[in-house]
């Protein structure tokens, strides 16, 4: 599932490739950008903010034209891949929303969430919304912390998946986040103790994973052993053994273990968060 490692990875892989060139052909296959050729457009830099990638264009003629950015979101499924040009690109092609050419390289976004267009100078209305993002050279963990706190009665895990707080968390580090402070993650936020240590644990793990190709928060890469919950309901915690509870009624998908992240005296909101593994 991309989170801000894999978007910051992505954005860097679509740099290495297409930064510098100038585009020989696009073909962006969603509804407003249908007609949009970026022939002649040149790469000048591809970078994330949270999760989502910024391609930033230089037009042909600097005197008719202003530059632009090719703003896409992953979502859930979305990604990007880069082939060597006269490749075909591999994949089904109706999951294909971005095709963009240079002599040397062909970059294919596939079942992206968001694909835009706009002025480069639109970006920060765009993404201004967006809390500091975590992978930034300019990360302000106290900006953060502030942020996280504005709202002290949300759970923590929808506080730290809110990218208006901080950018970069998804569902896997929540949990896992969650899971290494020994917080429940339906603990309010105002009733998290030490809020600057959650924050400044999420930067170092996910600038750790933005380094390597796999992610992992346990320090193994062998698979099967890179998470301590995300995706282990029913499983034994690495920690302490006892079943790795789910929660998976919402839009959100929340794992902890009910041991290692006791539930506090607060009530969840609705009294909908199960306390023990089912
Ligand atoms: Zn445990």
Request: glycine share 8%; charged share 20%.
């Amino acid at each position: 599932m991309p989170e801000g490692d894999t978007v910051f990875r992505t954005a860097q892989a679509l740099g290495r490739a297409l930064a510098g060139a100038t585009l020989t052909a696009s073909d962006l296959r969603v509804a407003a950008l249908a007609t949009v050729d970026l022939a002649g457009w040149a790469v000048e830099e591809s970078v994330s903010r949270g999760k989502h990638l910024l391609l930033r264009l230089r037009p042909p003629d600097a005197a008719t034209a202003a530059p632009l950015t090719l703003h896409s979101h992953l979502g859930m499924d979305g990604s990007w891949r880069v082939f060597t040009a006269g490749r075909r690109p591999a994949g089904p092609a109706h999951h294909i929303r971005a095709v963009l050419h240079t002599t040397e390289a062909l970059a294919v976004g596939y079942q992206l969430k968001e694909l835009a267009l706009l002025p480069t100078t639109d970006e920060p209305a765009r993404l201004g919304h967006l809390g500091p993002d975590l992978l930034g050279a300019d990360f302000d963990a106290d900006e953060a912390v502030r942020r996280l706190s504005r709202d002290p009665g949300a759970t923590i895990a929808d506080a730290l998946r809110d990218q208006r707080h901080l950018a970069g968390i998804g569902n896997v580090y929540c949990a896992e986040l969650l899971f290494l402070r020994g917080i429940w993650p339906w603990t309010p936020t105002a009733e998290v103790t030490d809020l600057p240590a959650l924050v400044a644990l999420a930067r170092r793990v996910l600038l750790a994973n933005s380094r390597r190709p796999v992610r992992t928060t346990t320090g193994s890469l062998r698979r099967g052993q890179t998470t301590y919950v995300y995706g282990r309901s029913n499983t034994p915690c690495r920690r302490c053994g006892t079943l790795i509870a789910v929660d998976n009624r919402g839009e959100r998908v929340t794992y902890w273990c009910p041991a290692c992240q006791p539930a506090g005296t607060a009530a969840p909101p609705g009294g909908a968060a199960p306390r023990t593994p089912r």
